[in-house]
């Protein structure tokens, strides 16, 4: 079974379409008229093993803070669509990683309930032009939309870019994990409750 799914949302503000397999080999078609969070989604789909094709156009001049939120929400509603009813997977994932001085955990539930608890704490408010806390508002949507609970922690670091580097990385191998089938499971649901 293709574990894909294209969704497209469209609001006043927004416009993003995405394409996603969750089984891919990493390659990603990122135009969101916001570098650096293509940087960002580019480690995701890398180390993550998901093939990712996202395009968004917003109202980049007022900020990137609609833009940035509608693709985390897209993003969420995509995995969702793609996972399916979750039979088979391994559900839960955990990452750290590492980039020079900077270190990330991220640890994943595909539980069907959306929990974010976001420990990132950067030393400047923008790399280049992108302001940092933008990235709560991508997990937050992400989170509301796949039904997923999430803990991002950078556990140390100096550097703002190194330190967002390490959250998307760990987020990517994180969920890789998760939604990760494992034969043994043959169709089961990973829940003692037979429902997520």
Known sequence: MLRTAEIER???????????????TGISKLETGVPFLDHMLDQVARH??????IKATGDLQIDA??????????????????V??????????????????????????????P?????????RAKVGEFE?????????????HAAVTLHI???????????AETVFKAFGRALRIAL???????GQLPSTKGAL
């Not at 993550?48 to 094709?53: C, R, T």
């Not at 940092?132 to 509301?144: A, K, P, R, S, T």
């Not at 990760?180 to 043959?186: G, T, Y």
């Open 180 to 186: 990760a089938v494992d034969s043994r499971m043959q």
């Open 132 to 144: 940092v806390d933008l990235f709560q508002e991508f997990f937050q949507g992400f989170i509301n």
């Open 115 to 123: 929990g974010l608890v976001y420990n990132v704490v950067f030393p």
């Open 48 to 53: 993550g093993l998901v093939d990712l094709d």
């Open 65 to 82: 803070h609609h833009t940035v939120e509608d693709i985390g929400i897209t993003f969420g509603q995509a995995v969702a669509k793609a």
């Open 153 to 163: 922690d950078c556990l140390r670091g100096s550097n703002s870019h190194h330190m």
């Open 84 to 113: 399916g009813d979750k039979s088979g997977i391994c559900r839960y994932g955990h990452a750290y990683v590492p980039l020079d001085e900077a270190l990330s955990r991220v640890v994943i539930d595909l539980s069907g309930r």
């Open 10 to 24: 469209s609001t006043l503000e927004t416009q993003v379409a995405i394409k996603l397999n969750l089984d891919g």
